[in-house]
């Protein structure tokens, strides 16, 4: 794509802070399970982890601008630097402060031990838009999508100082279900680029009714699965009845309309939001 081509985008429009929600829910569930200090390395991993999402979604534009998918995306990282060099740089500089958080709050913790199962995961992620075939463009790119979501969780979990049990594998599901909902719901509308540009994504390979049904399915497989994982996790008090009411509402404004990535984020975000909330409310008054 030359440069005539391409008109700048302002850094709001860019941004998109509800996309964030992906990184900051997980986080906000394991708050719910954390006890004392230890949350507040798990709010701090939590900040990390939404940088590194930051660099990924940065290098994701850049490379479908190289590679010819997304070209129609008016509010590509790319057009905001009016180039690939910039935005390049920006993802780059993102990746290494949110890795080297990450790592920080590992060794004021304790708990280095962690980066055994941290550091695949930021592999995952540098691989999924690195190189001249990322995992992206790939039939792998919703597998990553969903392991890297899942790990997340399991990594925060680990770092509250949890065992990896029943629960914390459930909790991994539902993380890496709701993840690869989104994805899935944002690619219909770009199934004509990614075709042209070679990406071989869900929608590609399958069509946009059948991905459509798919992320369906997966949103409601992740609020079920969350609602055990509180439940298993001993948060069997109101707060978690309250979040299994509102998740079921959720499940049902998806099912009823074509999913989108803001209505899966905002339809997850209140489930889990009324949860905490509900749960801080348990606390102080029972």
């Known amino acids: 794509?030359?440069?005539?081509?391409?008109?700048?985008?302002?850094?709001?429009?860019?941004?998109?802070?509800?996309i964030y929600l992906i990184s900051l829910l997980p986080g906000l569930v394991v708050l719910m399970h954390a006890e004392g200090a230890a949350r507040a390395g798990v709010l701090a991993a939590t900040i990390a982890v939404i940088l590194l999402q930051h660099a990924i979604n940065v290098l994701n534009d850049v490379a479908d601008w190289r590679l010819g998918a997304d070209v129609e995306k008016w509010d590509s990282w790319v057009r905001v630097h009016d180039g690939t060099r910039l935005a390049s740089w920006h993802g780059v500089l993102s990746f290494i402060a949110?890795?080297?958080?990450?790592?920080?709050?590992?060794?004021?913790?304790?708990?280095?031990w962690i980066v055994g199962v941290a550091a695949p995961l930021v592999l995952l992620g540098?691989?999924?838009?690195?190189?001249?075939?990322?995992?992206?463009?790939?039939?792998?790119?919703?597998?990553a999508t969903g392991v890297c979501y899942g790990g997340v969780f399991a990594c925060l979990w680990l770092l509250a100082?949890?065992?990896?049990?029943?629960?914390?594998?459930?909790?991994?599901?539902?993380?890496?279900a709701f993840a690869v909902a989104l994805l899935l719901s944002h690619q219909p509308?770009?199934?004509?680029?990614?075709?042209?540009?070679?990406?071989?994504?869900?929608?590609?390979?399958?069509?946009?009714?059948?991905?459509?049904r798919v992320a369906r399915g997966l949103f409601a497989f992740a609020l079920v699965s969350l609602t055990a994982n509180l439940w298993l996790g001993?948060?069997?008090g109101v707060g978690t009845l309250v979040f299994g009411l509102?998740?079921?509402?959720?499940i049902g404004n998806v099912w009823r309309s074509t999913p989108n990535p803001r209505g899966i984020l905002l339809q997850g975000a209140m489930a889990i939001g009324v949860g905490v909330a509900a749960h801080i409310a348990g606390a102080v008054f029972v």
């Open 126 to 143: 540098y691989l999924y838009n690195a190189g001249p075939r990322p995992l992206s463009y790939t039939q792998l790119g919703e597998w």
């Open 234 to 236: 001993g948060l069997q």
């Open 246 to 250: 509102v998740a079921l509402a959720a």
């Open 1 to 18: 794509m030359n440069g005539a081509a391409r008109a700048p985008s302002g850094w709001r429009e860019a941004l998109n802070p509800a």
């Open 189 to 212: 509308p770009q199934i004509a680029t990614d075709r042209a540009a070679g990406k071989h994504s869900f929608a590609v390979r399958y069509g946009a009714d059948t991905t459509l």
């Open 161 to 176: 100082g949890k065992a990896f049990d029943t629960a914390a594998l459930v909790g991994a599901l539902a993380f890496a």
């Open 98 to 112: 949110g890795s080297l958080l990450g790592l920080a709050v590992l060794i004021v913790t304790h708990k280095l």
